[in-house]
DNA sequence: AAACACATTCAAAGCGCTTTGGATTTATAT
DNA sequence: ATATAAATCCAAAGCGCTTTGAATGTGTTT
C-alpha cells in the first residue's frame, strides 16, 4: 500500500492525506479521521526511503563499532548502551543502524555515511586521546555525541562518567582499609576512560605519598582471561598486593577465578573494588552488592547520548552539552582491612 | 556531491555516469576510468535513499529485538551475534538496522518494517514454540532466517545448535562420572532452544532409568544472579545434587560464587557442565577449558545466517536451507567423579 | 448582491537515483 | 560505397513521498 493507491481508495489527493497523516492543520479534521482510519485498515506506513528523499531527512543514527582486526572483540556493553537508547529513538521516530569497521577505517565509515546521507547523526564511542573522528566528524557537519571524552579538543557534546574521580575515589578507598600495596587492572590504555582511571588511582597514591610500582599496573582489552592471568600473576609476585582496583565486572570475574584456585578468599585475603557498568544481565547483586564498586549505568548513559543527539539534529548550532556522570561508591563483600601479615 | 553535480563536472550523462559506476557493460573503459577517477576525488557516493528508492531494493537487514517490558535485559550474545554477521554484510555492501520493541509488540515491527519498506530481510532471534512471528514473516513475503528453531512449523529457513543432544551430552557426561542427582539450571523454558535442552537432559535421565525430580530443574532468564540464587538453593537441600548442567557462562559464574561462599570445590564437591556460547569477551580458558562446556559459537552461527540471508534474498524460492551446528563436548576442569559421601 | 477573508483541497514539481528505449557513432560485412 | 551490426551514449520516465503555489468552496462583512 503506497500513498498513491491509498489516496485513490480515498478519492482524495495525495497531498490532503499525506498532510492529514502528518498533522498539518490547513485539512479539515472530518477528512483527517476518514484518512487516518483508511491509513490503519491497510496499514499504511510510508516508505521510508521515499519519505527521506523528499524531506532531505533519514531519521537514522549510526552506530560505528570498531572491530579490532586481530580479535574482532564485540563490546560487552553494546547491548546495554544502545537499549538505553533506543527507546528514545523510537518514541521519536528513529531508527538505528549500526556499521562494522575495521578499527583503522573508522574515519572513512563516518565520511561514507555521510557521503551517502543514510544518517541524521552518529553517537561516537570509546574515544581515544586526540580521537582524530572528531574533527573529522566535526568537518563533516555530521552531527554527534560522544560516548566518553577525548582529551585535546573540548568544543563538543559528550556524555561521559567522571572515571578519574571514581578511581580515585576506589584507590582511597582502599587506602583507607589500610592497604599499601593496590594494583590496578585497567582496559586498554589507548582508550581515554582508561587514561583517567589510571590518573585516578595515580592521584590517589601520590596524595598519600605512596610509591608508585608499575610493575602492579596493567592494561589491557577487559577479558575474563585477562582479569584471571594479571591475578594470577600477581599472586605469584615477592612483595605481593593485597588489593586491585578493576576496571570491569568481567576482568573481576576472572580475578575472582584466580583467586578461588589460591585458596585466597575475597575480601579478606584480597581485596577488589570494581567499575560497574551496571549491565542487566551482570547485576553487581540484588540485595547487596557482591563487589564493592564505583558504579555507574551504561544504559543510562546511552539514553543520555540519544536525548542529546536528537537534540541537537533539530536544534543544531547550540553550544555543546557536556554531561559527566558521577559513578556511585557501593560498598560490596569484596573488600576489607589489609591483612596483618602477608 | 550528487549524480547530477558529478556528471556535469565531467561533461557526461548522469546515465553514463551511473553506469560506469556501477559496472555496466554499455560503458567504454576510457569514460568507466574518468567516470571512477572523479568519483574517488570527490568522494562521491550514491544517496541510499535514492538508490533505493529507485531499485526497490533497501540494503538493509533488519534486526529486532525483543526488549521485555519487566526487565528490560538486552540479550548479552548479541554483539557477538551481529558481529559475525557484519563482515557479511559489509562485503555484499548491506548495512544493519537494529530496532528494539515491547516483547508482545513483535509482529507489529515486523509488520511496520515491510510495509515501510525499509529492510531488505530480517533475522529472527530467540524464537519461541509455535513463534508468531515466523507465520507473520511467511504471510509477508518478507525474507527471513531464524536463529534457534521453532517447533511448530517446519518449511523456513534456519541456523540452530542441536541442543537437544548437546545437554543429553552434558548430563550423559555427569552420569558417567557416577553422579546420580544432576540439577538443571536453564534458561527461560517459554523459549524453544530451553525446551530442547530440558529435553535432552530429560532424555539422558530417561534413558539410565534414573528418576526425574523437577525440584532440581530451574529456568529462568540467563542472568550471573540466578545462577548464584539458584545455586544457593542447591546447597541446602536435604538430598543435594552432586553437579549441574547450566545454559550459559553467565549463571555459571554465579553458581560458582554460590559454591565458593559455601566453600565447596568445583569439579570436586560439586561438577558443571555448562553450554558455551563462545563469546569473545568471555572466553573459556586459552590453554584448557575452565569449565566442562558444550560448546557452539553463536559469532559462527550469525555469520551463517547472514549467509542464508543475502542468498535467499537474491534468489528468493528456493527450498529451507536448515543448518543445526553440532556443539563440541570439551572437557575442563568443572567436572570429576561423583564425591564418595555427602 | 458584491467583496473579501478564510478554510480546504489539489496539481505539479522536486528529492537523487536507476533504467528504458532511442539516438548517435563506430566497426564490420556485403 | 552501402547495409548491418555493435558499441556507446543520452533524454526522460519513474520510484513514493513532501511541499509549493494555485484553485476552489464557504462564511462574513458591507
Not at 563533516?140 to 559528550?158: A, E, M
Not at 581485596?271 to 549491565?279: K, N
Amino acid at each position: 500500500m503506497n500513498l498513491k493507491e491509498l489516496s485513490q481508495i480515498l478519492g482524495i489527493s495525495q497531498t490532503t492525506v499525506s498532510r492529514a497523516l502528518n498533522g498539518y492543520p490547513e485539512v479539515s479534521e472530518k477528512t483527517r479521521a476518514l484518512v487516518n482510519a483508511a491509513a490503519t485498515q491497510y496499514n499504511y506506513q510510508p516508505n521510508t526511503k521515499a519519505r527521506g528523499l523528499a524531506t532531505g531527512k533519514s531519521k537514522m543514527i549510526g552506530y560505528v563499532l570498531p572491530k579490532a582486526s586481530q580479535n574482532e572483540m564485540p563490546n560487552p556493553v553494546f547491548g546495554d548502551f544502545i537499549a538505553g537508547a533506543a527507546q528514545t529513538y523510537g518514541k521519536q521516530g528513529y531508527d538505528t543502524t549500526i556499521t562494522l569497521t575495521e578499527n583503522d577505517k573508522q574515519a572513512e565509515t563516518y565520511r561514507n555515511l555521510h557521503a551517502k546521507r543514510s544518517v541524521d547523526g552518529v553517537i561516537m564511542q570509546a574515544p581515544k586521546e586526540n580521537d582524530e573522528r572528531i574533527s573529522i566528524l566535526k568537518k563533516l557537519g555530521l552531527p554527534f555525541v560522544v560516548h566518553g571524552r577525548s582529551t585535546g579538543s573540548n568544543d563538543y557534546h559528550f556524555v561521559d562518567v567522571n572515571n578519574t574521580h571514581a578511581f580515585a575515589r576506589a584507590t582511597n578507598f582502599l587506602l583507607d582499609l589500610g592497604h599499601r600495596r593496590v594494583a590496578l587492572i585497567n582496559g586498554d590504555e589507548n582508550l581515554d576512560f582508561a587514561i583517567r582511571r589510571r590518573h585516578g588511582y595515580l592521584q590517589a597514591l601520590e596524595d598519600r605519598g605512596l610509591e608508585i610500582d608499575t610493575g602492579i599496573m596493567f592494561s589491557s582489552e577487559m577479558t575474563e582471561e585477562f582479569g584471571y592471568r594479571t591475578m594470577t600473576k600477581l599472586l605469584t609476585m615477592q612483595s605481593r598486593p593485597t588489593a586491585a582496583v578493576l576496571s570491569s565486572y568481567i576482568m573481576a570475574i576472572g580475578a575472582r577465578r584466580a583467586l578461588g584456585e589460591n585458596g585466597l578468599r575475597i575480601g579478606k585475603d584480597f581485596s577488589i573494588v570494581i567499575h560497574d557498568d551496571a549491565l542487566s544481565y551482570l547485576p553487581n547483586g540484588s540485595t547487596h552488592p557482591v563487589f564493592t564498586a564505583t558504579r555507574s549505568s551504561v544504559g543510562e548513559a546511552g539514553r543520555l547520548c540519544a536525548e542529546i543527539l536528537l537534540d541537537i539534529i533539530q536544534n543544531p548550532e547550540q553550544k555543546p552539552r557536556q554531561i559527566i556522570l558521577e559513578a556511585e561508591l557501593v560498598v560490596g563483600s569484596s573488600t576489607g582491612p589489609a591483612p596483618k601479615h602477608d
